[in-house]
């Protein structure tokens, strides 16, 4: 993550947090970041230099007044004036991290196959939240290439329960059982 990513957004996490607003901006900031990655062309727009810098704050206002919160809209300004735009997924992150370490989250990807059901989700929630002693955020995503079962990654680690994981261990084991029995 960039340093002006990071700073960014724990300045806008921290002023979200002197006024009570953490989840209202955190979700907003969701929304936009996931529009954003729709439309890459409007951040380009945003951090290009062709077009004067008060046309583009002139259109960060008109597409944003009245529908997200004043500090996210003076945020997007912000970056903008600053030249910063484009770190605005990394400003996002940034933000997201410190909500969760203040609030005791743990965002945990999940990977398999097919979709887990309702079910499943909760089961593993469950299961971690005790593991962990945290508040568990499954982010989960289909992946191909899992052939069966569930391959978790979260601060850094990841567990994998995947059925090539497993056939993976069984061929180091049997390699390291026939080097040493040579």
Sequence with gaps: MSQAGTVYGQGLYTLAQEEGLEEQILGELAVLQTAFGENPEFLKLLASH??????????????????VHQYVLNFLKLLT???????????CKAYREQYNTDKGI???????????????KVRLTDKLTALTGKKISLLCKIDPAVLGGVRLRYDGCQVDGTIQGRLDEMSKTL????????
């Design 175 to 182: 390699k390291n059982e026939v080097n040493y029995g040579t």
């Design 81 to 91: 004036e600053k030249n910063h735009i484009r770190q605005f997924p990394e400003c």
């Design 106 to 120: 743990l965002e945990v990807q999940v990977f398999t196959a097919i979709a887990l059901s309702d079910a499943q």
């Design 50 to 67: 062709n077009i004067p810098l008060q046309e583009r704050l002139d259109l960060l206002e008109e597409s944003f007044r009245g529908k």
